[in-house]
């Protein structure tokens, strides 16, 4: 088996928990984020913990370099920080959302880079973001959380074309909210819109989301789906994304029009497309 180098952003929730474990189990090198303020890092089976601040980038570099330290490769970087920020508009603070954000969109964002400038020296890398899918329905006290999830496939999936053409690729792993065959909790809109501001509306809501959340069998099954995106049983080609010559049309365009020619944008998409100055 091809075993891969493969970092887990958060090994502590339930569901990456299991995704780490059966990584391990299948023989691959696994590495998992865990808090930073824990006192010891945790360890499971032959997977190693790494502590790691999302918000802070010097934090993710050192956490890089010491994989990269003792494998001298990262192949896989599955980010899972979906987190939970469920509540009303009046209840959820900007504080809290901004703390939220900053470690679960920013952070995102922050390991991306981290990983790209490694995964593009070794010629290979796939990156992957696990979120939740919600749909495209506005539903009272998830608005936060769902503006999180929509932020983060925007995020990955700009990445894919930004780096199509290229041997790394950067997807979207999907997962249910909820467990499969369970409904999922139901809250009348004229209710939430009446009790909004009442403090019982976020405890009867929270209660009912509790009660379907994954089971551990969910949870096996959640994880399961994951591990067969991350780390394919046969050898199938990455996902091809489709470069539609946007960069060299950009670079065009920008000539065309007598745009600053040194400016960072224009020189970034001539050097990944390795343009001719002739060729604008």
């Avoid at 802070?56 to 010491?66: D, G, L, P």
């Avoid at 780096?163 to 809250?187: C, E, N, W």
């Avoid at 009790?195 to 399961?224: C, H, N």
């Amino acid at each position: 088996m091809n075993s891969k180098v493969i970092l887990v952003a958060d090994g502590l929730s339930p569901v990456g928990k299991a995704v780490v474990e059966m990584l391990s189990n299948g023989g691959h090198i696994v590495y998992f984020g865990c808090d930073p303020g824990r006192s010891t890092v945790p360890t499971k089976g032959s997977a190693t913990g790494l502590k790691l601040d999302l918000t802070s980038r010097n934090h993710i570099s050192k956490a890089i370099t010491q994989i990269l330290k003792t494998n001298g490769r990262l192949d896989v970087l599955a980010v899972n920080l979906a987190g939970s920020l469920y509540g009303g508009l009046e209840v959820v603070t900007p504080c809290c959302a901004e703390e939220h954000l900053n470690r679960s969109l920013i952070g995102l964002a922050r390991l991306q880079r981290a990983v790209l400038p490694t995964m593009r020296a070794q010629g290979s890398g796939r990156i992957y973001t696990i979120v939740a899918k919600f749909g495209a329905a506005d539903v009272p006290l998830q608005a936060w959380q769902k503006i999180l999830c929509d932020a983060q496939v925007t995020l990955t999936n700009t990445l894919a074309q930004e780096i199509a053409g290229t041997k790394l690729s950067a997807d979207v792993i999907y997962t249910p909210v909820f467990h499969k065959g369970q409904k999922r909790p139901h809250l009348s809109l004229n209710q939430a819109l009446h009790d909004a501001i009442m403090p019982g509306l976020w405890q009867q809501y929270a209660a009912r989301i509790q009660a379907s959340f994954l089971s551990a069998q969910g949870v096996a099954e959640v994880a399961a789906e994951i591990v067969a995106q991350l780390v394919p049983s046969k050898s199938e080609p990455q996902k091809a994304v489709k470069d539609d010559g946007f960069a060299k049309q950009f670079c065009q365009s920008c000539a065309a029009t007598q745009m600053v020619s040194d400016w960072p944008i224009f020189k970034l998409l001539k050097r990944r497309n390795n343009m001719k100055w002739d060729d604008v």
